[in-house]
């Protein structure tokens, strides 16, 4: 069974106006569902993600729900921008508050509250980890973005981050460079799915706290991710591990800007706690 067009909601992310951020596809109730048709849906959207909510533990509380989430090609074990959508889906018909999701990364728990006529949600991620990518794979991954080593900030070395799912860093010395994207698709592929990255986190540091970046998504079928959650999480946990930012810090990341379809996520880090928190607003598409 696949649901009727009005059973699925469509929300951007991370944006104010449905020209902005990363749009999700979100089906409240995909019980009847299987995994085809839940990629079906994906893949007719054409979004970069799109959600499937089912009744957690106890089907009578509204806000403790199972959370799957496929891009047009796969299912994908984390979503940030998705996790938004459907959080403020589900504060618009249930209210604001607290609501726990179970997803394949683990729970993740999500407080949506509301500011200036917008709600707004902010995810936990699940317990992060950095780790080195070797001198191969970088090559390849310079070599498939067609970027010299030269264009990298040696400030910021490129590491492999997971905060929910894993995302190799790289960092541009010049906010030319990260605008100058034109990649070999397949081959960066190739090379993500052998890595297991769900996305590639170009990044570009303004300034101490600021940051402007972007997403390739080819292992999802998709160019560029407009608004990256779960890479904005994994991203958070790098820079706090290799000390390029203070343990307690809130960290603006721009992104979208290049594709016309600006957003912003506000990256929060907290000493003491590992897990990262990743806010934004959603709004329904029309």
């Keep these: 069974m696949?649901?009727?067009?009005?059973?699925?909601?469509?929300?951007?992310?991370?944006?104010?106006?449905?020209?902005g951020g990363n749009p999700a596809g979100v089906v409240?109730?995909?019980?009847?569902?299987d995994d085809d048709a839940m990629l079906k849906i994906a893949a007719g959207l054409g979004y970069s993600e799109s959600a499937f909510v089912t009744p957690g533990p106890d089907p009578r509380d509204a806000r403790t729900r199972n959370l799957r989430f496929f891009s047009p090609k796969a299912e994908v074990s984390f979503c940030g921008?998705?996790?938004?959508?459907?959080?403020?889906?589900?504060?618009?018909?249930?209210?604001t508050g607290d609501y726990l999701f179970h997803t394949?990364?683990?729970?993740?728990?999500?407080?949506?509250?509301?500011?200036?006529?917008?709600?707004?949600?902010?995810?936990?991620?699940v317990a992060p980890h950095v780790e080195d990518v070797t001198g191969d794979d970088l090559t390849e991954a310079l070599a498939a973005l067609d970027w010299p080593a030269a264009d990298l900030d040696p400030a910021?070395?490129?590491?492999?981050?997971?905060?929910?799912?894993?995302?190799?860093?790289?960092?541009?010395?010049?906010?030319?460079r990260l605008a100058d994207l034109a990649y070999d698709f397949e081959r960066l592929a190739?090379?993500?799915?052998?890595?297991?990255?769900?996305?590639?986190?170009?990044?570009?540091?303004?300034?101490?706290?600021?940051?402007?970046?972007?997403?390739?998504?080819?292992?999802?079928?998709?160019?560029?991710?407009?608004?990256?959650?779960?890479?904005?999480?994994?991203?958070?946990a790098y820079l706090r591990t290799l000390g390029l930012v203070p343990r307690t810090a809130e960290l603006t990341l721009h992104q979208g800007t290049d594709l016309g379809r600006p957003g912003e996520?506000?990256?929060?880090?907290?000493?003491?706690?590992?897990?990262?928190r990743v806010s934004g607003a959603a709004v329904p598409i029309p």
């Design 2 to 19: 696949v649901p009727m067009t009005d059973d699925v909601l469509r929300y951007t992310a991370f944006a104010t106006t449905p020209a």
């Design 28 to 33: 409240l109730d995909a019980s009847a569902l």
């Design 81 to 95: 921008h998705a996790t938004v959508a459907t959080a403020v889906a589900l504060a618009e018909r249930h209210g």
């Design 104 to 125: 394949q990364a683990g729970e993740v728990p999500v407080t949506v509250d509301r500011g200036d006529g917008v709600l707004r949600a902010t995810l936990t991620s």
């Design 156 to 176: 910021l070395p490129p590491r492999i981050a997971y905060a929910g799912a894993r995302h190799l860093v790289l960092a541009a010395a010049t906010r030319g």
């Design 190 to 236: 190739a090379l993500m799915h052998r890595l297991e990255l769900t996305t590639v986190q170009l990044v570009w540091r303004e300034s101490d706290f600021v940051f402007h970046v972007r997403d390739p998504f080819p292992v999802g079928g998709v160019v560029e991710d407009p608004a990256t959650g779960a890479a904005a999480a994994a991203f958070g």
């Design 265 to 276: 996520l506000t990256v929060t880090l907290r000493e003491g706690d590992a897990r990262v």
